[in-house]
C-alpha cells in the first residue's frame, strides 16, 4: 500500500488530537472518581469485611453525599454500635465511603421516593424479568425488606454504570457555585452511547430504511459500511427522538448506594494462595432506587 507523506502527517495529526482529548477526558473522571464528601471525611484504603460480624450492624443511616461533579447521591450504611461511636461496614465502592460517628449522634433514615412517572416507566420497561442473581440477590432482597417490606423487588441490570456516569458528570454536572457546567466531548459522547443502549431496534421509518439497506446488501465489504451507518444513524436518531438524558439524571439524582456485605467470597483463589481471605472477598453494595410500589435494584461486588 503506498501512503504520501501528507496522508501520513494528517493520520499522525489524528491520532494526536484523539490522544489528547483521550488523556483529557481520563483525567477528568479518575479526578472525580475521588470522591469529595462534604460530611464525611474518612478516606484512606477500606479495612476487611469480615462477614461474621454482621449481627454486630443492626441499625440503619443514610445520608446525602456530594460528588467531585456536583451531584448527589445518597448513601444507606448498616451500623454498629461500640462504647463511643457508631460504625458502619468497611466501605470498598466509589459511591461511598465508611461511615463512623462519634457518640452521641441521632441516626435516622431518608430514601427518596422516584414520583416522576416517565422515570417510573423508565424503569418499569428495562428492568430484568426473569433474572436470576443467585444468592447475592436473595440476600440482597433480606436487606432491602429491612426498608421496604412491602415493595416489589425487581433487578435493573446495569444501574450500578448508570450512576457511575451520572455521579462522573457524563449527563450533568456543577461548579463550585452550583451552576450547571458545560458538557465535555467526551460527556456528550458517553450520552449518546447511554441513550442508544435503551433505544436498541427502533422501528422508525427513517431507521427501518437504513437498516433495511444494510440487509440486502449482498457485498459483504459494503454490507460492513451499511451496518456501521445504520448502527450510527440509529444512535443519532435516538439521542434526538427519544432522549432519555433527563430521565437518567432524576433516576441517579434519587439513587441509593446500601453498603452492605454478602456471605458467598469473590477471591477464593486468593485464600487458595495466600491461606487467608482477602479484605474485599465479602464486601459489596446494592445500589436501588426506589418507587411507591418497587424497588428497582443491582448488587456490586468487587474482585
Not at 432482597?141 to 451520572?166: M, T
Not at 435516538?238 to 467470597?265: E, R
Request: net charge neutral.
Amino acid at each position: 500500500m503506498n501512503v504520501t507523506v501528507n496522508q501520513l502527517v494528517t493520520y499522525l495529526h489524528t491520532l494526536k488530537g484523539i490522544y489528547i482529548i483521550g488523556i483529557i477526558g481520563i483525567l477528568k473522571h479518575l479526578l472525580i472518581f475521588c470522591v469529595y464528601k462534604i460530611n464525611n471525611k474518612n478516606m484512606g484504603r477500606p479495612k476487611a469485611v469480615v462477614y461474621k460480624n454482621l449481627n454486630q450492624y443492626t441499625k440503619l443511616q443514610s445520608l446525602k453525599t456530594k460528588m467531585y461533579s456536583g451531584v448527589e447521591i445518597t448513601e444507606l450504611h448498616l451500623v454498629k454500635e461500640t462504647s463511643q461511636f457508631l460504625v458502619g461496614i468497611e466501605c470498598w465502592s466509589h459511591l461511598a465511603s465508611k461511615f463512623k460517628r462519634k457518640k452521641p449522634f441521632e441516626l435516622s433514615i431518608n430514601i427518596p421516593i422516584i414520583e416522576n412517572q416517565k422515570s417510573i416507566d423508565f424503569l418499569e420497561k428495562n428492568y430484568w424479568k426473569d433474572y436470576d442473581g443467585g444468592q447475592d440477590d436473595k440476600e440482597a432482597i433480606d436487606f432491602l425488606n429491612k426498608i421496604f417490606p412491602e415493595k416489589e423487588k425487581k433487578h435493573f441490570y446495569e444501574l450500578d454504570q448508570l450512576v457511575s456516569k451520572y455521579v462522573r458528570g457524563s449527563f450533568i454536572s456543577y461548579d463550585k457555585d452550583g451552576n450547571v457546567e458545560d458538557l465535555h466531548e467526551h460527556d456528550l459522547k458517553q450520552q449518546i452511547h447511554t441513550n442508544a443502549s435503551f433505544n436498541k431496534f427502533l422501528m422508525d421509518e427513517e431507521v427501518v430504511a437504513k437498516m433495511n439497506k444494510w440487509t440486502n446488501e449482498k457485498n459483504e465489504t459494503l454490507g460492513k459500511q451499511y451496518l456501521r451507518e445504520y448502527l450510527d444513524f440509529e444512535r443519532e436518531y435516538a439521542f434526538k427522538h427519544y432522549n432519555l438524558i433527563d430521565t437518567f439524571i432524576d433516576v441517579c439524582k434519587n439513587s441509593v448506594c446500601f453498603v452492605v456485605m454478602f456471605s458467598d467470597s469473590t477471591a477464593d483463589w486468593y485464600k487458595e494462595k495466600y491461606g487467608k481471605t482477602c479484605a474485599y472477598a465479602h464486601a459489596g453494595e446494592i445500589i436501588f432506587v426506589a418507587t411507591k410500589d418497587s424497588v428497582y435494584f443491582e448488587v456490586v461486588r468487587h474482585f
